[in-house]
C-alpha cells in the first residue's frame, strides 16, 4: 500500500520556467492538499480539493495552478516559477469523517524539493 | 482566523531527559487536534488527535494532552530516535474542505 506518491523527489528550475508536480493516492480518499513547508513558516496550504471536480484555494495560492484529474491524483503547476516558490512541497490526502466529531487525518507524501534559481 | 503557535523552536535533551512541548491556538470551534512528527527529507506522520479539553493520548514514550487553549507533547525519557520535528495541527469545525492549520514545529534532538 503505497499512500501517497509525489514526483518528482527533487527539482532544480530557472526563474520564469514552468513544471508539474504530480501527487497520486491509493486509499480512495475523498480529498486531496497542496502545502508548501519553508523554514520558521510551518506548512501553509497552497489549494485544495474537497471532492473530485473541485479544487479551492488555501492561504497562499499565488503562481500556482492545480488539476483534480481523478478521484486518485492532484497536481500542482507553477506556470512561471520564482525564486519566492523554492520550497518542499507536500500533497496530503484525507477521508472525512474518520474520527470523532468528523475529524479527519491527513496522510502526507514524502515531498517535492524545489529550488528555483 | 485559526493560529496555530509552537514553542519552543528547538529543545536538546539528553537521553532519559524528559521534557514537554507546547502547542498554543484559537480557533472557532475545535473539530480536532492533530500532532505529528515529521523526520528530515520525509512527510508528517500522525501520532495524535485530540478532540476535546481533558483528553489524554499515549504512544510509548509520548503523551499528548488538551486544554481549551493548549496542547502539550510531554516526552518521556527520550531516546536518540526520538530526535525529530514535531508540528502541531488544528481543524476547525468549519474548515473548509477539512483543512488543517499548523504550527512552526519544534525540533528535538536527543543525545546520547
Known amino acids: 500500500n503505497a499512500g501517497v506518491t509525489q514526483t518528482p523527489k527533487f527539482q532544480v528550475l530557472k526563474t520564469g520556467q514552468s513544471m508539474t508536480l504530480q501527487c497520486a493516492q491509493d486509499m480512495n480518499h475523498n480529498s486531496m492538499y497542496w502545502y508548501r513547508q519553508d523554514p520558521g513558516m510551518g506548512l501553509r496550504l497552497i489549494y485544495y480539493s474537497a471532492s473530485e471536480g473541485t479544487t479551492d484555494k488555501g492561504e497562499v495560492p499565488n503562481g500556482y495552478n492545480v488539476s483534480r484529474l481523478n478521484k486518485r491524483e492532484f497536481s500542482l503547476r507553477l506556470e512561471s516559477a520564482a525564486p519566492s516558490q523554492t520550497s518542499v512541497y507536500f500533497c496530503?490526502?484525507?477521508?472525512?469523517?474518520?474520527?470523532?466529531?468528523?475529524?479527519?487525518?491527513?496522510?502526507f507524501g514524502a515531498g517535492s524539493r524545489l529550488t528555483v534559481l | 482566523e485559526d493560529q496555530v503557535t509552537q514553542s519552543p523552536e528547538a529543545l536538546r535533551l539528553q537521553e532519559g531527559e524528559s521534557s514537554s512541548l507546547n502547542c498554543s491556538y484559537t480557533v472557532s470551534g475545535l473539530r480536532g487536534l492533530f500532532w505529528y512528527r515529521q523526520d528530515p527529507g520525509k512527510g508528517p506522520e500522525f501520532l495524535f488527535t485530540?478532540?476535546?479539553a481533558g483528553e489524554e493520548k499515549e504512544k510509548e514514550r509520548l503523551k499528548a494532552t488538551l486544554t481549551k487553549k493548549e496542547s502539550f507533547l510531554h516526552i518521556t525519557a527520550p531516546k536518540p530516535e526520538d530526535s525529530a520535528t514535531y508540528l502541531c495541527?488544528?481543524?476547525?469545525?468549519?474548515?473548509?474542505?477539512?483543512?488543517?492549520?499548523f504550527g512552526g514545529g519544534t525540533r528535538v534532538l536527543v543525545k546520547p
Open positions: 485530540l478532540y476535546s
Open positions: 496530503a490526502s484525507s477521508y472525512p469523517g474518520q474520527g470523532r466529531s468528523g475529524a479527519n487525518v491527513l496522510t
Open positions: 495541527a488544528v481543524q476547525a469545525a468549519k474548515a473548509a474542505g477539512n483543512k488543517l492549520t
